[in-house]
């Protein structure tokens, strides 16, 4: 079956840099288009960043634009999400996602999640 398995959380400073990863097994990479999600304590969850499956169309909540960077590399099975100028209200549990068909509402497939705090 499908998996994805992120890594790369923590706690940072405001201001600080973080990358997450997550690797994918399971299924053709290059088939997928995969994102990025996050929930925080009491709030819904929210679309951060997604990646087409050939990494030339991107999308970025305006709450990351500027901040963020997502990016796949298919011969490595993995898609990555580069937070700089974290901020506190960036803290919540980060979560990879992977869609067959639709590269703005993934749902085919998730990860586990991983928590990202920034303190002020």
């Known amino acids: 079956q499908v998996q994805l398995v992120e890594s790369g959380g923590g706690l940072v400073q405001a201001g600080g840099s973080l990358r997450l990863s997550c690797a994918v097994s399971?299924?053709?990479?290059?088939?997928?288009?995969m994102g990025w999600f996050r929930q925080a304590p009491g709030k819904e969850r929210e679309l951060v960043a997604s990646?087409?499956?050939?990494?030339?169309?991107?999308y970025y909540s305006d709450s990351v634009k500027g901040r963020f960077t997502i990016s796949r590399h298919n011969a490595e099975n993995t898609v990555y999400l580069q937070m700089n100028s974290l901020k506190p209200e960036d803290t919540a549990v980060y979560y990879c996602?992977?869609?067959?068909?639709?590269?703005?509402?993934?749902?085919?497939?998730w990860g586990q999640g991983t928590q990202v705090t920034v303190s002020s």
């Open positions: 399971g299924r053709t990479f290059s088939t997928l288009a």
């Open positions: 996602a992977a869609d067959r068909l639709n590269w703005r509402n993934l749902d085919d497939y």
């Open positions: 990646i087409n499956w050939t990494g030339d169309g991107t």
